[in-house]
């Protein structure tokens, strides 16, 4: 349509300037183009318009779709801005259905391991307990080592629970405003005495954010004690809390020398524990790291680990967030 407006403008273009050498009926032709040159304006107007309109109201959708997780619609137009809202339409559809899928069978694999779980209980309860009558009865290191065992194998079921149930949204996460600085000083003040030759670098400026405390202080205490685990009894840990843009950034960094850059990829997997690069053997579940991923996960950031100029580096982020937001999700 756009093209025969203007081909019929270079038409009456044509005709008008023949008319003037000619002298015939110039204004007549005059008032044709100008009409024509007018038409062709008020239909760009018009175009603009719509497409301002379109546009505006498939920018809603995908806001909708993000924040509520509506769908976006499909379009009954015949164009281009059609095509890709209907595209849009079949990928927000996709991304719906695989969040469905993965919740359900979320929750189907939480209930088995809660079901298999909780078959072990009675008779862990019951080989702790025959341990225990044993060290009353003739203390030993072989039946020490025992109960050792029993407790570290309920804490790794304990763990394993709660893993599950964190990544498949069993727990509701109570959000309120927390200074992150004042967690990591009290995680600090509780690590110091388990481990009293260590050197701690701080700098933890106030920083408000909206956040879980309980579940925040477990991910930043698993993140901080497994530094602890990583570096000589003398080593040193450093924690940086850092606010840039909209995110806080927090940096866990030790001097143990580090790990293979192969192992770094499965650090935050189950029960993967670098026993072969600790000073001393952990007695953890490795659950701990795995579990800091899925609280950091659920507050919208997350954690990732590299290789630091003498030893591990952590660097977790959170988003600040408003409140409005962590009601919409």
Known sequence: MKRLILQAAMALTAITLLCLVTDTLPRILCALLLAGLAGEMLWEVRETRRRRRDLARLHEELAGFARDKRPVSFSV????????????ARLSQSVILSEQNNAHHRLLLRDLLADICHQFKTPLAALKLNCELQLCEAPCDRARRQLELTERMENMIQAMLRLEKLQAGGYELHYAPCDMAGVVRGIVAELSPLYPEKGWNLSLPETLLRFDESWMHEALLNVIKNACEHTAPTGLICVKCVLQDAFVWITVEDDGG???????????Q???QMDAHLPVASSGTGLGLAI??????????????????????????LPV????FFQAS
């Open 292 to 317: 800091a991923k899925a609280v950091l996960q659920r507050h919208h950031g997350d954690i990732s680990a590299q290789n630091g100029t003498s030893g591990m580096r952590f660097t977790l982020y």
């Open 77 to 88: 137009e015949d164009t281009d801005l059609a095509m890709i809202q209907d595209d849009l």
């Open 270 to 272: 189950r029960f993967r």
């Open 258 to 268: 580090g790990l293979p850059e192969a192992e770094l990829a499965h650090l935050f």
């Open 321 to 324: 967030l408003q409140e409005s």
